[in-house]
């Protein structure tokens, strides 16, 4: 028996290419956010705010700012749109 798929709630082909796209700039910032012990980690997309978790050494660091609007820089460039990059605080961590 064949199930329909119109009854799936998933997202739209390009709303999941569009997070594939904000992932995988995250995970290419990644590596050097934990050389220097932080990490940042995707909360949620609404529409074009884009929520993050700083953990570790980014949470206290003088230049999280200036490595945010970088991250931010990076997805508007890769996205081709403007996006808003919202860091959050306690937001619940994932688990991998």
């Keep these: 028996m064949l199930v329909g798929t119109k009854h799936l ?5 390009a709303e999941m290419d569009r997070e594939q796209v904000i992932r ?4 290419e910032i990644r590596p050097n956010l934990k050389r220097d012990g ?5 909360v949620a997309i609404d529409g074009t705010k884009i929520m993050v978790k700083l953990s570790g050494a980014c949470v206290l660091c003088k230049l999280s700012a200036a490595t945010l609007e970088g991250i931010q820089a990076r997805l508007i460039e890769k996205l081709g749109e403007f996006v808003r990059l919202i860091p959050v605080a ?6 991998h």
């Design 24 to 27: 995988a700039v995250l995970e």
């Design 90 to 95: 306690g937001a619940p961590t994932a688990p």
């Design 9 to 13: 709630k998933q997202p739209p082909a």
């Design 38 to 42: 932080g990490d940042c980690q995707l």
